[in-house]
C-alpha cells in the first residue's frame, strides 16, 4: 500500500472512530416516569410537558433520549417504570411527584444510582439521607412560610380560619401552616379538614365564618378550591381568600368567573402565566402552541430541573453520578428562580403571592419571597 | 335558617345522587350484577355535556336529552361488550369487566379531554334566588326538578307501560319472563341503556355546580352502592331515600360535626342499618348480595 493510502486510511479510521467516540458521549436517556392517568393526571401532565419541552430545549449536540412511561398513581408502578427506565442506564430521571411514588423509588435510586429530578412537595423524601434525589419546587416549609407571612405581615390579618384537605397533602400543609402562624405570634381561630370527595362547602365555610375571622386560608386541591372560592362568592363572605398553590393553577382559575376570583390570593413558587421576564414569556408561548394548554408552576419547576441536568451534561457530566454531583454542589438559574441545593435536595428555597384582580383569570405576581429557610 | 339553607343544597345534591343510585339498581334488578361503572359513566355523562356545550352553545336543558340519548347507546354498547358474552359466567366475570370497562372510560376522558376539571353549562341560569330568606342557587332548584321529573318518569315507565312491566318481568324471573315470550336479551340491553341515560344526566347536573374529572366516577359510585344498601338491595324507592340520606350527611350533619365526623357517621349509620334492618330501610328483593 502505497504511503498516502495508508495515511489516508488511518485518518479516516481516526475521524470515524473520533466521530463515533463523540457521538456515544453526546447521547444521553433522561426517561420521563411520572402519573399521566389517576388521581394526579392533572399534575403529572405538566410535569412531563415540562419535562418534554425541556428536553426539546437542549444544547445541539447533544442527543437525548426520553421515553415517557406513565406511573399511574401506585408505588409499584413508580418502581417497575424506573426498573424498566434503569435498563437504559439513564443519566437522569424526571421522577413522580406522587410522595408515596417517590418514596417507593428512593431505595432503587439509590442502588442503581440514577439521580431523580421532581417537584413532589411531599417533605420527607428529601430527609432520608438519600444523596440521588432533588425537587425543583418548594416545599411545605418554604411555600406555607410564605403564605403565612403574606397573610399576617402583608394583610395586616390575624384571625385566619384554615380550612385544609384530609390528604396527605392537606395535613402536611396545615401542620406547616400552624407552624409558620404560631411563629408570626397567630392562631387560626377556624381549622378543619375536608375530604376531597366533598361537593358542598356551604358547611364547612358558614362554619369557618362563624368563628369571626378576619381571613379565608386555603390549602386544598384543585377542583376543591375553586368550589370554596365559588361558594364564598355566593355567600358574600367579604373577607379575603389567601389559597394554596392549585389557586395558581390555570386550571382551576378556569372553573370560576373572573369576578368570582376578585379578590384571591395564591401561594406559589411560580406564575407562567404572569409572564416576568422574556424568558419566561417565551416558554409559556411555546407551552401553550406545544401542549395547548397553560403552564403552571409545576411545569415550570419540572423543566428546569431537566434544563439543569442538561446544562450539567452538556459541559462534560456524562454519567449519573457527575450529574448527582453538579446538582448537588451547583446553583442554576432557572425560569422561575434560582436553585441550589440545601445538602438535601431541596434545591427551590422561593416563592410567590399571586392575586386576581376580578378582571381576568390570569393573576399578578404581588409579594416574592426569596431564600426562605427549608427545616 | 342556616339549616334551611343547607337541607335545600342536601336535596340538590340528594337528587343527583338519587339519579346515579337509581341507574345502578336498574341494572342491579335486571341482570344480578353490580355494574362497576356505573360511576364513571356519569363522568362521561359530564364529560359529554362539556363536549357538547362546546359545539352546541346552548343552556343545560337543551342539551340534556342529547346526553341522555348519547348515553344510552353507550349503555347498550357496555351491555353488548361488558355483560352479554358474560352472563353465563360466574358473577365475578361482570364485576371485573364492569370495572374493566370503567378504567377504560376513565382513560378515555383523560385522553380526549385532559386532566383538568371541567363544567358544564347550568341547566338554566348560574344566579341565585331570594326565597324566605334564603339564598337559593336556580341551579340547585333546577337539578332538584329535573331529578324529580326523571324519577317520576322512570316511575311511569316501569308502572304504566308494556315496555316497563317487561322490564320489570325480565328483573324479577328472567326464565320466566323469557317463557313467556319477553325479549329478555333485549330488555337487559335496554335496561343498561336506561340506566346509562339516568347516568348522563346526573353528570350533566352534577358537572356544573360541582365540576367533573376523568377520575371523578370512583366517589360517586362508593355513593351508589352506599345509597342502594342502605335503601334496601334492589328497591328503587330505597335507592332514592339512601341518595338523599347520603347527601343530608355530607350537608347538615357535616355542619353540625365536621366532614370527616360526618363521614365516620354515615358509615356507622350504615353498620346500624345493617344490624337492625339487614334488608335495608325499602327491604330486599331476595337476590344474592354482591
Known amino acids: 500500500m502505497p504511503p498516502w493510502k495508508k495515511t489516508l486510511l488511518t485518518a479516516t479510521l481516526a475521524a470515524t472512530l473520533g466521530y463515533a467516540a463523540s457521538a456515544v458521549a453526546a447521547e444521553v436517556d433522561i426517561p420521563v416516569l411520572v402519573p399521566v392517568t389517576g388521581f394526579l393526571a392533572l399534575e403529572g401532565t405538566s410535569q412531563r410537558n415540562g419535562a418534554v419541552l425541556a428536553i426539546r430545549h437542549a444544547a445541539e449536540g447533544l442527543q437525548v433520549h426520553s421515553e415517557v412511561i406513565d406511573t399511574g398513581t401506585s408505588p409499584e408502578g ?52 438519600n444523596p ?36 396527605a397533602y392537606g395535613q402536611s400543609g396545615q401542620a406547616h401552616l400552624r407552624d409558620a402562624f404560631a411563629k408570626l405570634g397567630v392562631q387560626p381561630v377556624f381549622e378543619e379538614a375536608v375530604d376531597p370527595g366533598v361537593r358542598d362547602m356551604l358547611p364547612v365555610l358558614t362554619k369557618a365564618m362563624a368563628a369571626n375571622p378576619d381571613v ?20 358574600a363572605a367579604g373577607i379575603p381568600i389567601v389559597a394554596g398553590s ?68 452538556s459541559k462534560g457530566a456524562a454519567t449519573p453520578e457527575a450529574i448527582r454531583d453538579v446538582l448537588a454542589q451547583s446553583t442554576y438559574r432557572g425560569l422561575a428562580m434560582t436553585y441550589r441545593s440545601d445538602g438535601k435536595g431541596n434545591m427551590a428555597h422561593s416563592a410567590s403571592i399571586v392575586c386576581y384582580d376580578g378582571s381576568s383569570r390570569i393573576p399578578a405576581i404581588v409579594k416574592r419571597y426569596e431564600d426562605l429557610p427549608t427545616q | ?40 359513566m356519569v363522568m362521561a355523562g359530564g364529560f359529554l355535556a362539556v363536549a357538547l356545550a362546546g359545539l352546541i352553545p346552548a343552556p343545560g336543558f337543551v342539551l340534556l336529552p342529547l346526553v341522555m340519548a348519547l348515553m344510552a347507546l353507550l349503555g347498550l354498547a357496555v351491555s353488548l361488550t361488558a355483560y352479554l358474552p358474560l352472563r353465563n359466567r360466574p358473577p365475578v366475570s361482570v364485576f371485573i369487566s364492569t370495572i374493566a370497562i370503567g378504567i377504560i372510560l376513565q382513560n378515555g376522558a383523560t385522553v380526549l379531554f385532559g386532566p383538568e376539571p371541567k363544567a358544564a353549562p347550568p341547566l338554566f341560569d348560574g344566579g341565585t334566588l331570594a326565597l324566605a330568606g334564603l339564598q337559593v342557587s336556580e341551579q340547585s332548584l333546577a337539578v332538584t326538578g329535573t331529578a324529580a321529573l326523571l324519577i317520576a318518569g322512570q316511575y311511569w315507565l316501569f308502572s ?120 335495608g330501610l325499602f327491604g330486599e328483593a331476595a337476590r344474592r348480595r354482591a
Open chain 2, 1 to 40: 335558617m342556616i339549616l334551611a339553607q343547607l337541607l335545600v343544597n342536601g336535596v340538590a345534591l340528594g337528587a343527583a345522587y338519587a339519579l346515579v343510585a337509581l341507574g345502578f339498581v336498574l341494572v342491579l334488578n335486571a341482570t344480578g350484577a353490580v355494574n362497576f361503572a356505573q360511576g364513571d
Open chain 1, 216 to 235: 379565608l386560608v386555603l390549602h386544598l386541591h384543585s377542583g376543591p378550591t375553586a368550589l370554596l372560592v365559588r361558594q364564598a362568592a355566593a355567600s
Open chain 1, 132 to 167: 440521588w434525589v432533588f425537587r425543583f419546587f418548594p416545599g411545605d416549609d418554604v411555600t406555607k412560610t410564605a403564605h403565612a407571612r403574606y397573610v399576617v405581615e402583608e394583610l395586616g390579618k390575624r384571625r385566619p380560619a384554615v380550612i385544609y384537605q384530609t390528604t
Open chain 1, 78 to 129: 413508580a418502581v417497575t417504570a424506573l426498573e424498566r427506565a434503569s435498563g437504559d442506564k439513564p443519566l437522569a430521571v424526571a421522577a413522580s411527584m406522587l410522595g408515596t411514588q417517590m418514596l417507593a423509588m428512593l431505595p432503587l435510586a439509590d442502588e442503581y444510582g440514577i439521580p431523580l429530578v421532581t417537584v413532589s412537595g411531599t417533605a420527607s423524601i428529601t430527609e432520608r439521607g
Open chain 1, 246 to 313: 392549585a389557586m395558581h393553577q390555570p386550571s382551576t382559575a378556569a372553573l370560576l368567573e373572573p369576578a368570582e376570583l376578585k379578590g384571591v390570593c395564591a401561594e406559589t413558587s411560580a406564575s407562567p402565566v404572569s409572564g416576568g421576564t422574556p424568558e419566561l414569556e417565551k416558554f409559556t408561548a411555546e407551552y401553550r402552541t406545544s401542549f395547548n394548554t397553560d403552564p403552571d408552576a409545576f411545569a415550570l419547576g419540572q423543566y428546569d430541573g431537566i434544563a439543569m441536568v442538561l446544562d450539567a451534561a
Open chain 2, 160 to 279: 304504566h307501560t308494556q315496555l316497563g312491566r317487561r322490564l320489570r318481568a325480565t328483573a324479577q324471573d328472567p326464565d320466566m319472563a323469557r317463557a313467556c315470550g319477553i325479549p329478555v336479551t333485549t330488555m337487559i340491553a335496554l335496561t343498561f341503556a336506561l340506566g346509562a341515560a339516568l347516568a348522563g344526566a346526573a353528570g350533566l347536573l352534577l358537572s356544573n355546580q360541582f365540576f367533573v374529572t376523568p377520575t371523578a366516577g370512583g366517589g360517586l359510585i362508593l355513593k351508589a352502592y352506599i345509597a342502594v344498601t342502605i335503601g334496601g338491595w334492589g328497591s328503587l324507592a330505597g335507592a332514592v331515600a339512601g341518595a338523599l340520606l347520603i347527601a343530608t350527611f355530607e350537608t347538615v350533619i357535616s355542619y353540625s360535626l365536621s366532614y370527616t365526623a360526618a363521614t365516620a357517621a354515615l358509615y356507622l349509620a350504615l353498620l346500624a342499618i345493617l344490624a337492625v334492618r339487614p334488608q
